[in-house]
């Protein structure tokens, strides 16, 4: 009897610690959902946008992907983001996607234009730029150093 009260309560500490850990994580994460209005942007690529992705200007999270969808006339990707109701953005701003380095997650950077008019709720950012294909950047720079070296490219 001795060795399962023991067992038992060993696991009670394993998932008590577990759940300090799990509450730590949520709460340094910023993983909320921001409360705001909302813009779209259309994309003609979105590589590693997922919902809940971080839409910031300077580096600072003024948003997240609450949706996507493909448009069946163009094709495009169009992403639909909750922006905090303190920022306000220009109508003429600009949206890319972009990485936080070789390794880093993908996030929305904005860049506020000058226009003396805002955004206002369900509004399109116009002004947008798909993603920099890393693998396909570095392809191109193989096969172009060596055809100006003079060697032939090995397929």
Known sequence: MGKNLVETLMGAVVLAVAGVFLAFAYSTADIRPVRGYTVT??????????????????????????????????FEA???FAIDASVKLPTDSSAQVTSEGLLGGTYIALQPGADDRNLANGGEIKFTQSP????????????????????????
């Open 132 to 155: 920099v294909n890393i693998v396909q950047m570095l392809g191109r720079f193989i096969f172009n150093s060596a055809e100006g070296a003079g060697q032939p490219a090995k397929n």
């Open 41 to 74: 942007a259309k994309f003609k690529a979105i590589d590693g946008v997922r919902l809940g992705t971080d839409i910031k200007i300077s580096g600072i999270k003024v948003g997240t992907v609450v949706a996507q969808r493909l448009d069946p006339d163009s």
């Open 78 to 80: 169009v992403l639909t």
